[in-house]
């Protein structure tokens, strides 16, 4: 597999809204991680997920992957991401982030995709009012406090 030309048709699948391109890099139980907008199973609900919450709420897509490293199993890159907000609260501006996106891949497909980045900055961008705020980052605080419960990183000495 040629790692490097999966992340082109990724982030060109994003960037030009083609719903169908990006669903097909993706396992039929394939499952995208999006950092504001949770998981989403399968090619047709990933195809939905950009069309209608990525280009339902802006435009002008950049996707940038960096530093790409792949094992055949698990890929990473480094990535920055940009668009343009069509949002009631911020229309025209544009927004831009860092961030990693790490692939889980089987058979040439993508099972897993997730990402890290910092959704307080990318959020502020468009004025997201700071009691939303607040809120989304202490549900996303509240997950990964779950999911690493009752290991070493939550108990006290």
Partial sequence: MDFEALLNDFTTAVETNDGAK??????DDGVYN???YGPFRGPA???????????GTAKDFKWDMRNPVCDGDYGYAQYVFSYTSTQDSAPGRRVVF???????????KIKDYAETFDTGIALTQIDFPVDHLTKFLGKAAARLRKKHAGSAHLQRD
Avoid at 22 to 27: D, N, Q, S, V
């Fill in 98 to 108: 860092e961030g990693f996106g790490r692939f889980h891949l089987v058979d040439g």
């Fill in 45 to 55: 609900a990933i195809a939905k997920m950009l069309t209608a919450h990525f280009w």
């Fill in 22 to 27: 990006l669903g097909a890099l993706f396992a």
């Fill in 34 to 36: 999006d950092g504001f």
